[in-house]
């Protein structure tokens, strides 16, 4: 039976690697969003606004099979029609990666808008005056206060995010999940195994927790602290 645990822990290592590369992708579609709804355009204000509330209204799991499995159909069918004969398989970790970033990206989209919002609109533009560009003023004014101001839903969305990694079971990932689920066929005792899974998932969010308090800390030093 120790062997089994050795297997899901190796396993973790596999739910951090999907759950890090499913940030990468939601925050480069929340700050993709955030953009959208802020630049005034009602073309794309518009597309953020539908890409916002479909995805957040839709289940995880649903999408995820979706993508999974109708994408795959998807693809081919067209392949088949533009008259090639090559073939597409989504692979379960991609089809993870990509479902899980792009459903939380939906979630970052209005919380990285919420932040930059509630930075004073006047250091911009003074910023503007000062002859900085707009991709500058971001970097330099925007993007150092909208950290301090993102952080308390950002960690509660990569919580969340962590948490929803263990659907990718479903699709067939061996992650820590997965295994456990096949230790406990295997063996005829899934408390154990899934307690030590969900004792897994405890640590990584303790280990989050923490490091983003210290992150939060840094980022509002001079300012009145609040807790994530």
Do not use: C
């Not at 739910?15 to 073309?43: D, E, M, Q």
């Not at 500058?136 to 929803?164: C, E, S």
């Not at 899934?194 to 992150?215: E, P, R």
Request: cysteine-free; proline content about 3%; hydrophobic content about 55%.
């Amino acid at each position: 039976m120790q062997s089994y645990f050795w297997v899901i822990l190796h396993g973790s290592l596999l739910t951090v690697g999907v759950s890090l590369l499913a940030l990468l992708v939601s925050v480069i579609f929340g700050l993709a969003g955030a953009a959208a709804k802020l630049s005034g355009k009602p073309l794309l204000v518009g597309l953020a606004t539908l890409y916002s509330t479909i995805i957040r209204g839709i289940p995880d799991l649903v999408l995820m099979l979706l993508v999974f499995y109708g994408g795959t159909i998807g693809i081919n069918t067209l392949l088949e029609k533009l008259g090639s004969e090559a073939t597409v398989d989504i692979e379960p970790f991609m089809a993870g990666v990509l479902t899980i970033g792009f459903i939380y990206g939906a979630y970052m989209t209005e919380t990285f808008r919420g932040a930059i919002l509630s930075i004073p609109k006047g250091q911009m533009e003074a910023a503007w005056a000062f002859g900085m560009s707009r991709f500058q003023t971001f970097l330099r004014i925007t993007l150092p206060q909208m950290v301090r101001y993102a952080l308390p839903g950002f960690t509660n969305n990569w919580l969340v995010l962590i948490k929803a990694t263990a659907l990718v079971s479903l699709i067939g990932l061996q992650e820590m999940t997965y295994l456990a689920k096949q230790a406990s066929a295997a063996t005829r005792s899934p408390f154990i195994f899934f307690m030590f899974t969900g004792a897994l998932f405890l640590i990584y969010t303790s280990v989050s927790l923490f490091v983003l308090k210290k992150v939060n800390a840094r980022y509002s030093l001079g300012t009145k602290r609040g807790q994530l």
